[in-house]
């Protein structure tokens, strides 16, 4: 329950209206409270003779009493439950804008499925203790003053019988509350492994149909969601303890009332108003009593939800911007590495002692075997990560010392694993630069040779792609990434093999227009082709994490190396496949 103080800090923005709701509430049930004492008065004076009149007076003070508790009723839960929306709203922001700050490993650790569960099912729960949470305490221990108060009015002995009952209720809550927080966990944890399963499936929808694992994937699903279902029944059966229970102590108070009460009205020492009244305000005391283990519920289930949700907040975001970054006025695109050193496990090294220099304007390739540690030395540029050894620096100045966004906005990172988003292909490359004009969204698409192949759909840059970009093929995505870095007019360009999936011809193209558009800026290029890094400036060749060669396109093939047995070898791959086309032809 601990983790429920946690909310406080989202509470505190509607105090005054979770105030006014408890006016509300007070109110409302004071009015309750009369309607007993009114039918105790109509009843007593059946037995004086009341005049028709009265009774007529009786019963419109009634029913004037139920519409205007009706109307606070109505006030009361639309000020608690619409803060609660808000408490939601804003609990739901500072979640999401959390998980935007943490970086990649915190991704490489957690299921998308198990995120998107706590975004919703755990966060509805926590919204159910400020909501329901809030609102039937206020209004049950309202009522149950007000009903107390009236029933030791007419009788304090027959009040202190059905007293007796409380501590029965207590251990109830009790013993089943830590239960329901157990059952909860276990629930909400189970709900993450199949939302996981379900979204896993849908964005692997083609690997899944082409290996025709549907019917395993079916029964694997079928699997965790019987798993589900059983700790839900298990989580039923508590709750299905509880309500029998509440009322069978209440129907054990009811018998002390028609035992002690009827006694006391055949002894003179009530009225049959007082005892009817009794009656009356008995039954407004027994929804406190069942809502005593609603609320423990919700509240139970809110904590366990509400511990989920804190594990993502304690997460310590790693990356962040310093307190006070260092700026740089005019970014010119150097960057050096001053013996990098990588680990993601803090055990084995994917970066060894790596150190080199950038120059700013230049063509930088880096190529080398699977695994070697492409792909990680480029993500220590834009701070995907930082290095576990040495240290990073863009303009002379260190990346762990300069404010996160004024270093990525100078950067534009094309992955090979291109994401676009379920939207217009405009709207995709628009991400790159909301505010970039018409002639600047033309040129990037111009160079990236998408606009070539949007020419060709009926609906032009309109055309809406699937989830992740899946109706278009693996080139159309790639270059639709690549207009949209160049959309961001970047002053360092890194393309860590987003050129894969296009064919040589295109790449070609590609690679022309890159040459006039990165003038004066610096790109580095990661790729498995030489075709595409002959022309850089300097080629890296990275072996389990160290730097095994370097130097231009030439140099390389002269020294004979890993680079050289590269360029042999597509060389003659490239020589077959022409003569292949040739026999065909």
Known sequence: MRSLLRLWPYLRPYR?????????????????ALMPWLVKLAVDGLSTS??????????????????????????????????????????????????????????NRHRTGDLMTRMTSDLDSVRSVVGPGVMYPMDTVAMAVFSLTMMILISPGLTGAVLLCAPFVSLTVFYLGRATYRWHVRIQEQFSVLSACAQENLAGVRVVRAFAQEEREIQRFDKLNREY????????????????AMFFMFEVAAALILLLGGRGILRGEMTLGDFVAFIGYLGMLA??????GWVANLFQRGAASMHRLCEILDTSPGIASPPQPRRVENPRGEIVFEGVGLSYDGNSEALHNISLTIPAGSTVAIVGRTGSGKSSLVS?????????????????????????????????????????????????????????????FARAAGVSQIAKDVAEFSDGFETLVGERGLTLSGGQKGRAALAR?????????????????????????????????????????????????????????????????????????????????????????AELEAMNEMERA
Not at 61 to 82: D, K, N, Q, S
Request: some cysteine; overall charge negative; glycine content about 8%.
């Open 16 to 32: 005054t209206q979770l105030i006014i709701g408890a006016l509300f509430a007070i109110f409302n049930n004071a009015l309750g």
């Open 229 to 244: 279902v059983e700790r839900n029944l298990g989580m039923v059966k508590l709750q299905a303890l509880f309500f029998p």
């Open 50 to 107: 009341v005049s028709p009149a009265l009774l007529g007076e009786y019963a419109a003070a009634l029913v004037g009493l139920a519409l205007a508790a009706g109307v606070l009723r109505y006030c009361m839960r639309m000020v608690l439950i619409g803060a609660s929306r808000h408490v939601e709203l804003d609990l739901r922001n500072a979640v999401f804008a959390h998980l935007e700050k943490l970086p990649v490993s915190f991704y």
């Open 380 to 440: 220590l540029i834009p701070r995907l990560f930082d290095p576990t050894r040495g240290r990073v620096l863009v303009d002379g100045v260190p990346t762990t010392e300069r404010d996160l966004s004024e270093l990525r906005n100078v950067i534009g990172m094309v992955p090979q694993d291109a994401l676009l988003f379920s939207d217009t292909i405009h709207e995709n490359i628009r991400f790159g630069s909301a505010d970039a004009d018409e002639k600047a």
């Open 485 to 573: 870095a160049l959309l961001g007019d970047p002053r360092i360009l890194i393309l860590d093999d987003a050129l894969a999936a296009v064919d040589t011809h295109t790449e070609e193209e590609i690679l022309v227009g890159l040459d006039s558009y990165m003038i004066g800026r610096t790109s580095i290029i990661i790729s498995h082709r030489v075709s595409t890094v002959r022309r850089a400036d300097c080629i890296y060749v990275l072996d389990s994490g160290r730097i095994a060669e370097q130097g231009t396109h030439d140099e390389l093939l002269a020294r004979g190396g890993y680079y050289a047995d590269l360029e042999r070898r597509q060389r003659l791959e």
């Open 287 to 292: 929804w406190p009593m069942i809502a005593v």
